[in-house]
């Protein structure tokens, strides 16, 4: 039988706040608009923390914030995004949310 710990309240709370600043680096950063991938390392690393329910939550709302990033690159003022871009960032970031789930339902034994 394995003994689960619950996470530390510090791992609950740097996964959304990274979240938003991955949203405001897409948003306000002088970087490309792709920076969205770097969601992706964080829909990985809650599966270290949270059970496949929650990693399916934080891939859900890192595809929502890309959605919004890109309503918002496609006003004036921002650096135009593609929806060859866009597709590509929900992608990956689908592809990654799926694999990260079955990734913690195995750990968790289920």
Known sequence: MKSEQPPSITLLIIIPLSLSAVFLLDILGPYDPVVGVLYLPLILFSTRVLSGF?????????????????????????????????????????????????????????
């Not at 709302?61 to 135009?80: I, M």
Request: aromatic share 10%; hydrophobic share 55%.
């Open 54 to 110: 929650a990693v399916a939550y934080v891939g859900l709302a890192a595809g929502v914030l890309t959605c919004a990033s890109f309503v918002l690159a496609n006003n004036d003022g921002f650096d135009k995004v593609t929806y060859d871009q866009w597709g590509a960032v929900l992608a990956a970031i689908l592809v990654t949310t799926t694999f990260a789930v079955v990734l913690s339902r195995r750990r968790q034994g289920l």
